[in-house]
């Protein structure tokens, strides 16, 4: 009798069950008829079908998908000690003059990093560099380079407060006939760089049914060889900027600014998702040179930006010296007033003469004149009783002071042979600024803490100590300012690879590329 009746409840309770799930499934098949019913009966079919596209957004050809951000933010970069910017090599962006760092973008930013008591190392983009994966991956830690705020942009980087309003606009040769309006793109064909935020506009304007095409070309060319491009007749129109515009046109003749293509575009700098703190440093300071209110339009400017702003966008004189400077750089390979003293001296000595030129950077800022408090003199800080130069008048003279500092250089390069590349030059840099002794008694007190006497970090941890009675007056040569010594391997390396970097530039193969629009400057230039 108890079995039937369990029996009886099972096969009830099933029966409800399956009533219940039936009942879900026409309510559910109702609810998605009247849904269907509603929106065929309410929505244009050409609205469903972008409706559609909204749930998988084109993805533009030739766009690359960024990687996901390296955990890195402010408090690690202060610990570093060293600050890493993303930028371009040009007058606007970063640029040597006579040895010396110049640029909108890196004096900017240079007064950004000087308010926390950073260094900076300069990470120059090379043709093809996508800087939103540098940053990405940790390579840099600020883009600052005419960095538009883009939609694509935006959703793979935080941008800064904005610092400029910046327009793009069409770019064609005087005898081009068009009217003011956007309209006049059709048919045409415009050449800009593949991943640059003129190329975005265009794929918009195409989404939007301008008849246009797009001619992709080497990113070996920047926007002031693309707009002689078009003077000479090469292109047929380009993009620019409307204030990289006002400066080229100084030099550049025949071409005339078109219609905007897009106006109001913000200017930042570009950091790493997930870095808050840093975004929020960059932003007091961006906002104490720079406001925008978007109800009225009004800009305000500090003294400082208004400054900068004259002096690499407004002066045509300071522009015309700047691009000479620029050129020398990039087509002629020059770094310093010193480099053909240099180069041969350091080539038959097996020295990258790079790496002099930025010990010079460093030690005396060129000045063949330079005496330090300890007695050291010259371009490359000789010390009188260590020089094999016996009169010391003759250290003054820039080739006789040059070479005595590559016989130093690379008696510590061979010393340190043994090492890896990093260590030997960050230990071979220790040697030249505080002596041998000295590096001798920071790696003994890396070994006495049981870490690696070979280690640059280790050795500078060392050093440190050597500030500190207690550690030097048990080191044989006693005192050393360590930490002058450790900021001088960090400041002479991060211009070591800077000036890796923009001696690229001169390579023949991007020169190769270039040289018809260097030719045609010359050419503008004179008319």
Not at 43 to 59: F, H, I, N, R, T
Not at 136 to 162: C, L, Q, Y
Not at 416 to 442: K, P
Request: charged share 25%; hydrophobic share 40%; proline share 3%.
């Amino acid at each position: 009798m108890e079995k039937n009746n369990y029996i009886t409840r099972v096969l009830m309770a099933i029966m409800v069950i399956a009533f219940i799930l039936a009942a879900v499934n026409i309510a559910e098949n109702d609810a998605k008829d009247i849904r269907q019913h509603d929106i065929n009966n309410v929505v244009p079919y050409d609205v469903l079908d972008m409706l559609q596209e909204e749930q998988e957004p084109v993805q533009h050809e030739n766009i690359p998908q960024a990687h996901e951000p390296v955990d890195l933010d402010f408090p690690e970069i202060l610990d570093r000690g060293t600050i890493r910017l993303i930028t371009n090599y040009n007058v606007g962006s970063y640029f040597l003059q006579g040895g010396f760092d110049r640029g909108f973008e890196y004096e900017f930013f240079a007064a950004f990093a000087r308010k926390h008591d950073l260094n900076i190392e300069i990470i120059i983009l090379q043709p093809g560099d996508d800087p939103v994966e540098m940053l990405n991956r940790g390579e840099g830690d600020i883009i600052a380079s005419n960095f538009i705020k883009t939609p694509w942009r935006n959703e793979r980087v935080s941008f800064s407060e904005p610092y400029n309003l910046i327009s793009q606009h069409l770019i064609v040769a005087d005898s081009t006939v068009m009217a003011r309006l956007p309209e006049d793109l059709d048919n045409m064909t415009i050449s800009v760089r593949k991943h640059s935020a003129h190329h975005e506009t265009l794929v918009e304007l195409q989404d939007q049914g301008h008849q246009f095409e797009i001619d992709l070309i080497a990113e070996a060319m920047d926007t002031e060889a693309l707009v002689v491009g078009v003077a000479n007749g090469r292109f047929q129109a380009t993009v620019a900027d409307d204030h990289e515009f006002s400066t080229i046109q100084t030099y550049v003749k025949g071409v005339t600014l078109g219609p905007a293509l897009a106006e109001g575009l913000p200017v930042g700098w570009g950091v790493r998702k997930g870095a808050g703190q840093l975004q929020k440093e960059v932003d007091k300071y961006i906002y104490g040179n720079f406001k925008y209110d978007e109800e009225s339009g009004k800009i305000w400017k500090s003294g400082f930006m208004a400054l900068l702003l004259n002096r690499y966008f407004s002066s045509r004189s300071r522009i015309e010296e700047h691009r000479q400077d620029v050129s020398e750089l990039m087509y002629f390979g020059v770094l310093s007033p010193y480099d053909d003293m240099i180069r041969p001296e350091a080539e038959s000595r097996g020295v990258d003469w790079k790496l002099v030129v930025a010990v010079m950077a460093q030690e005396s800022a060129f000045r063949p004149n330079a005496i330090s408090f300890a007695g050291a003199v010259g371009l490359m800080q000789i010390i009188p009783r260590f020089s094999e130069v016996r009169d010391e008048a003759k250290l003054m003279d820039p080739k006789t002071n040059i070479d005595e500092g590559l016989r130093y250089l690379k008696k510590h390069l061979t010393h340190y042979a043994y090492l890896d590349e990093e260590n030997q030059l960050a230990l071979t840099l220790a040697s030249y600024n505080a002596g041998v002794g000295h590096v001798a008694d920071a790696r003994r007190l890396a070994m006495d803490a049981n870490k690696d006497p070979n280690d640059w970090n280790d050795v500078a941890e060392g050093l440190l100590k050597l500030t500190d009675q207690k550690y030097y007056r048990q080191a044989r040569y006693g005192y050393c300012r360590g930490t002058e010594t450790v900021d001088y391997v960090r400041k002479v390396l991060a211009r070591y690879k800077t000036y890796q970097a923009i001696a690229r530039f001169a390579d023949t193969t991007v020169r190769d590329e270039v040289e018809e629009t260097i030719l045609a400057m010359g050419r503008i230039s004179e008319n």
